[in-house]
């Protein structure tokens, strides 16, 4: 059935509903930098073995050198390395100046730096998570000298 009403309605709400995550960055980027440091499973292994996530370089340091059990598990695997990702981002975007997160062109989180490089953050954790290279530490190291 053609209802034009209808269409142009829903042609209005698929257009809202594309652009939300960007425009919800635009409209409050704190809120985003909030919402993405939320990493619980990251937190809870690091706690295993005493390490307090501390949004400090040093932790980033800390986490290389644990023992990655949670390639054991396949289910744990990629819920952990993004929230290593997310993690590294955070340290990121608190520690070095000129540093934030932005929304990348397939919609996921990425961490902008001053000099304009972009680091896809999660995409890093994940691989961290499963070959244990890049080191957070290293990434983070060099986004700090950008």
Do not use: C
């Not at 042609?11 to 704190?30: F, I, S």
């Not at 501390?54 to 340091?61: G, H, I, K, N």
């Not at 304009?116 to 000298?145: C, F, K, M, N, R």
């Amino acid at each position: 059935m053609n209802i034009p009403f209808l269409d142009n309605w829903r042609k209005r709400h698929d257009e809202a509903q594309a652009t939300g995550l960007a425009a919800a960055v635009k409209d409050n980027p704190e809120g985003l930098a909030e919402l993405l440091s939320e990493y619980e499973l990251l937190r809870v292994r690091a706690g295993q073995y005493g390490l307090q996530l501390d949004d400090t370089p040093e932790s980033l340091e800390a986490l290389d050198q644990l023992p990655p059990r949670w390639r054991d598990d396949p289910e744990e695997l990629p819920e952990l390395g993004k929230d290593a990702g997310l993690y590294l981002g955070t340290v990121i975007v608190r520690t070095v100046e000129g540093a934030h997160w932005s929304i990348g062109d397939d919609d996921s989180p990425i961490v902008r730096l001053a000099s304009g490089q972009e680091i896809d953050a999660v995409h890093t954790g994940q691989e961290w998570a499963t070959t244990g290279a890049p080191e957070l530490s290293q990434v983070y190291a060099e986004a700090a000298e950008s």
